[in-house]
């Protein structure tokens, strides 16, 4: 009897737990006047599929439904919005005028693009006062799980500064942060002149600021931590609210405006719209404040630099907030703005290399830096980089003592003002960044065994460019001598954290003033085979970047001959059994098969690759691709023998 009164009680729970899943079972909501005031929590947990599907997603499935009564506004809301640790997290919402047995879509959205969520949100307006409005929550697809979620029926009410007449007035800040404060468009109207820059543009509110002494006023717009809005529209005027002119325009994910030159105390009228209809109505951001430069933003107060000796010896942090265009745009990119000044004296070697870097967190990346010789009446550019991670400029033959003037500048106006690093200092290139002075190698039977860190970078381009990228740069040297086996693998791997990859190595008999390439190889982590090599020569080896916008670093780089320990092996009986040759193109040679039962073939990683049940001497392995292989013999005794190959 337990057991029965248990069971129909679990019954119980599953058939109630979605009590509105009919539209004849709807659930009435209460409407408020924002979110938060009439928002219930729901659920979607045991529903079913009723009605037609949504005109705006024709797999959805599971919906449950509500009512609410539209105000006399005539302007509802109905949001749905996710709860933490709810499965529940994508929705289609549907809005629909008339009764159960007849009803007619009014409005149907599958993502709120304010909300991350994948939630859904309807904004409706020229509703009938009093008509009731059925509201159904759908999952977008079977693939969704159903869960707990909350429903808000809401009448939005206009800010208080939804008209120019009652503009909100901005404190003016120093920064962004001083002069910000967080405010809501929802409820919204559209009041006053159409945008230029947006011609879209709706539903705005309005604020004044006060120009300050100095006559810069900087109004900018931020997303909040809460909020997921973008596609503001910032537009000031001068004037009054009866006759406005627009003095900017701005629309971006974040926007800004930048008045210069402006007569001090006078009121300047700043509208924000959302760009267009498509964008819900969210809080934001917006601050005004006077812009103050940094203060090298001209060249004639450029912050001097200390040359150390590498990057870290010779870096300091800095940013570029609020800085202004000063000088002609670089010659590599002519679309540069906002630029900060620097100096740095030549070296006694005459060499200098002069370089950025980002800053994690920070907005601020792609930069352009250039390098100048003169006075800042009359600058003659000497060198020019952008990249996005790091720019670098490598300054040689330089007269020591000579100032040079330093520019960093954001890529474009798309780019946001942050901190970042630059450094200067002179270069010391690597010990082997010669053929002269290039590193012995001792040779090894595996990669492991005399693996060596080596860099290069400081490195400079010596010799004559790899057959196989013409590209190459910044190469250093390695020496080795040939084993007795006449068999040798050259092979490089990527240092930790190094930003260093993708190197081209080179191969070369002869000596340093008469080399020979007799191998170039590229890609991530190449590796060189050579075999008939003439045991006791010593080869010369280089180590090269892939081009110049590759950035230098550590690497692995190790000599071995794996044959010394593993191209043949001995049976029982005292039969020597060897492969050949060794490494071989496509075909390898088992010398005595008389006693081999079986072979299976597996590569480096373990993976059998190949397995060979009745096997003749000649093994056919052309299918194989280029690497080191393990063939194994079964005995017909039962007993393995391991064999390792090379495949050319």
């Keep these: 009897m337990r057991k029965l009164l248990f069971c129909l009680f679990l019954l119980t729970i599953v058939f109630v737990s979605a009590q509105n899943d ?34 705006c ?15 006399q506004s005539g302007k509802i809301t109905i949001e749905t919005r996710k709860i933490d640790n709810s499965a529940f997290d994508d929705s289609v919402l549907t809005v629909y005028s008339g009764t159960c047995g007849s009803l007619s879509q009014v409005s149907c959205n599958d993502d709120n693009y304010s909300n991350e969520n994948s939630l859904s949100k309807i904004q409706l307006t020229g509703q009938t006062p009093g008509a009731i409005l059925y509201i159904s929550v759908w999952k977008y697809n079977s693939e969704i799980d159903n869960g707990d979620f909350q429903i808000s029926a809401y009448e939005p009410f206009p800010p208080t500064n939804d008209n120019c007449s009652e503009a909100k007035s901005l404190t003016v800040g120093v920064d962004f942060s001083t002069g910000a404060t967080t405010v809501d468009n929802t409820g919204a109207t559209t009041d006053g002149p159409t945008p230029s820059c947006a011609p879209n ?35 000031a005027y001068n004037g009054t609210c009866d006759s406005l002119t627009e003095i900017d325009c701005n629309t971006n994910a974040n926007s800004t405006i930048t008045l210069i030159g402006q007569t001090p105390g006078s009121v300047i009228y700043i509208s924000a719209s959302k760009e267009d ?20 933003d001209d060249c004639s107060n450029a912050k001097p630099l200390t040359v150390g000796t590498d990057f870290d010896s010779g870096a300091i942090t800095t940013n570029n907030f609020e800085a202004t265009s000063d000088g002609t745009p670089p010659s590599c990119n002519p679309y540069s703005i906002n630029n900060i000044w620097f100096t740095a ?29 003169g006075t800042c009446d009359s600058l003659i550019e000497i060198g020019c980089s952008v990249d996005y991670d790091y720019s670098s400029i490598l300054l040689t033959d330089q007269v020591p003592g000579t100032t040079i003037y330093i520019s960093v500048w954001k890529k474009d106006q798309d780019i946001e ?39 290069n970078a400081e490195a400079s381009t010596d010799g004559t460019l790899p057959s196989c990228n013409s590209e190459a740069k910044d190469n250093v040297w390695f020496k080795v001598i040939v084993p007795a086996s006449g068999n040798l693998t050259i092979e490089t791997n990527d240092a930790p954290d190094s930003p260093f990859y993708d190197p081209i190595i080179t191969v070369y008999n002869g000596d340093c003033t008469s080399l020979t390439e007799i191998e170039c190889k590229q890609g991530f982590d190449p590796s060189v085979f050579l075999t008939s090599q003439t045991p006791g020569t010593a080869l010369y080896i280089s180590v090269w970047k892939h081009n110049p916008y590759s950035h230098n670093g550590n690497f692995l780089i190790s000599a071995y001959d794996d044959s010394i320990l593993s191209t043949h092996e001995t049976s029982k009986n005292g039969k020597e059994i060897t492969a050949f040759p060794n490494p071989f193109n496509d075909i390898l040679t088992i010398s005595d098969i008389s006693n081999v039962n079986s072979i299976f073939i597996t590569d480096t990683a373990g993976r059998m690759v190949k397995t060979i049940d009745k096997p003749t001497a000649s093994l056919y ?15 017909k005794d039962g007993s393995k023998k391991t064999i390792k190959a090379i495949k050319k």
């Excluded at 709807?26 to 947990?45: D, M, R």
């Excluded at 964008?279 to 090298?296: H, L, T, W």
């Excluded at 200067?424 to 492991?448: E, H, K, W």
């Design 22 to 55: 009919n539209c004849s079972e709807a659930t009435s909501l209460n409407v408020g006047t924002s979110f938060s005031s009439s928002v219930v929590t729901s659920s979607n947990l045991g529903a079913t599929t009723d009605g037609e599907l949504p005109s």
């Design 57 to 71: 997603a024709s797999d959805a499935v599971d919906n449950v439904w509500f009512t609410a009564v539209v105000p």
């Design 201 to 235: 543009a709706l539903n705005n509110i309005w604020f004044t600021a006060v120009v300050p002494q100095s006559g810069n006023l900087k109004v900018t717009t931020l997303s909040t931590s809460n909020s997921s809005l973008y596609g503001i529209t910032l537009t």
């Design 277 to 296: 209809s498509y964008i819900d109505d969210r809080e934001f951001q917006i601050s005004a404040y006077d812009p103050i430069p940094p203060a090298n």
């Design 345 to 373: 004296v030549i070296p006694q070697s005459g060499q200098l290399k002069i370089v950025t870097k980002n800053i994690p967190e920070s907005l601020f990346h792609s930069p352009t830096i250039s390098a100048y010789t």
């Design 417 to 455: 003002d942050g901190k970042f690093q630059i450094s200067t200092y002179d270069p010391i290139p690597p010990i082997n960044d010669n053929c002269s002075q290039a590193t012995l190698l001792t040779v090894g039977p595996d990669f492991d065994s005399n693996v060596i860190t080596s860099t």
């Design 621 to 635: 392995l052309n299918d194989l691709k280029e690497g080191l292989y393990f063939v194994t013999l079964t005995m």
